[in-house]
C-alpha cells in the first residue's frame, strides 16, 4: 500500500512575507514617524509595529518550520522593541523576556 505524504505549499507564505517586509521598508523610508504615531492609540506606533510583527513572524514561521516558535520569537522581539521605545530596553528586561519566553516554550513543548 502507498502512503501518501502531504506537502506544504511554501510559496504564499514567502509572497506575503515578502510584501510585509516592502510595507515595512516602505514605512521605515518614506513615512514620517509623527504621521503613524498616534494611530489608533496614542505613542504606540501601532501601524508598524503591526506590520512589522506580521513580518516578523512569516518570517521566522517559515525559518524555525514551527508556528509557535515563530510566533513566540516575533512576540519577543516585538515586546523588546516597545521595551525600547519606552526607554525600558535594558539588559536584565531583556534576559527576563526572553528567557520567560523559552521556558513558555519548554513546558509547552514538554505537555504535549
Known amino acids: 500500500m502507498m502512503t501518501i505524504r502531504s506537502r506544504k505549499n511554501f510559496l504564499p507564505t514567502v509572497l506575503f512575507s515578502l510584501v510585509a517586509w516592502f510595507t515595512v521598508f516602505f514605512m521605515i523610508f518614506f513615512v514620517d514617524p509623527q ?3 498616534d494611530v489608533l492609540i ?5 501601524p508598524f ?8 513572524f512569516l518570517t521566522a514561521s517559515l525559518i524555525l518550520s514551527h508556528t509557535r516558535r515563530g510566533f513566540l520569537v516575533t512576540l519577543g522581539i516585538v515586546v523588546y522593541l516597545y521595551l525600547r521605545l519606552f526607554g525600558l530596553g535594558h539588559l536584565l528586561n531583556t534576559v ?11 513546558a509547552v513543548t514538554r505537555s504535549s
Open 42 to 46: 496614542p505613542r504606540s506606533y501601532f
Open 35 to 37: 504621521i503613524m504615531r
Open 49 to 56: 509595529f503591526l506590520m512589522l510583527f506580521f513580518s516578523l
Open 96 to 106: 527576563l523576556l526572553f528567557a520567560f519566553l523559552f521556558v513558555f516554550e519548554l
